[in-house]
């Protein structure tokens, strides 16, 4: 339980360090293009996420993915995990909390629609982590999030080179998972 308690407590620095960042920051410029842009480093960040927790630096004594929390290379690997880990969540946090700041007014039915997905995507976590794999359940994440930059990119009013930074961070995000699944089977495992 002491790792379950560690993963949430980087998620909710990431996530509370996101809103800091939204509240305080000085340019407040054009929403949707900040939000596109973060949607737009999110989507790729998720599979190399994944692919350097999977094959950290530093963490040599045992085999990769499968006894990373046994024996001395634990706290290297988490040290290792920690910032990885933040950095989604803050991302995500990003995207979420302009996204709640500028639709103020519909507050009750954007954190409904919130809570859905976020039960939505728990329940799927866990359909893919039973009939697939922990992993499998990590980087599939990319989809949703790509389909989210996709439509924030078609339905705002951004330019058309915003639109192709948007299309390039989906193909590379997609690009990235696929490689993830059709790479060798450490991974999917």
């Known amino acids: 339980y002491h790792f379950v308690f560690f993963a949430i407590s980087l998620s909710l620095l990431g996530l509370g360090a996101a809103g800091t960042y939204v509240a305080v920051r000085k340019r407040r ?12 480093l999110l989507v790729p960040s998720v599979p190399i996420a994944f692919l350097l927790i999977a ?10 993915v499968r006894t990373k929390l046994l024996g001395g290379d634990a706290i ?4 290792w995990c920690s910032p990885l880990m933040v950095w989604l969540n803050f991302c995500g946090g990003v995207v979420l909390t302009s996204l709640f700041s500028r639709y103020s007014e519909r507050m ?3 954190y ?5 997905g976020a039960a939505v995507g728990s329940l799927a976590c866990v359909a893919l982590m039973k009939y697939g794999s922990p992993p499998a359940a990590f980087v599939a994440g990319v989809l949703p999030l790509t389909i989210a930059l996709v ?3 078609r339905s705002q009013s ?12 989906a193909t590379a995000g997609l690009l990235l998972a696929v ?3 059709a790479g060798p089977s450490i991974y999917r495992d």
């Open 29 to 40: 410029g054009d929403l949707d293009r900040t939000l596109l842009g973060w949607l737009a």
């Open 55 to 64: 094959n950290p630096f530093g963490v040599t004594h045992h085999p990769p």
């Open 112 to 116: 409904a629609a919130d809570l859905v």
């Open 179 to 181: 490689g993830v699944f």
């Open 76 to 79: 290297v690997y988490l040290l």
């Open 158 to 169: 951004v330019g058309p080179g915003d639109r192709v930074l948007a299309g390039v961070a």
């Open 108 to 110: 009750g039915r954007l």
């Open 151 to 153: 439509a924030y990119a």
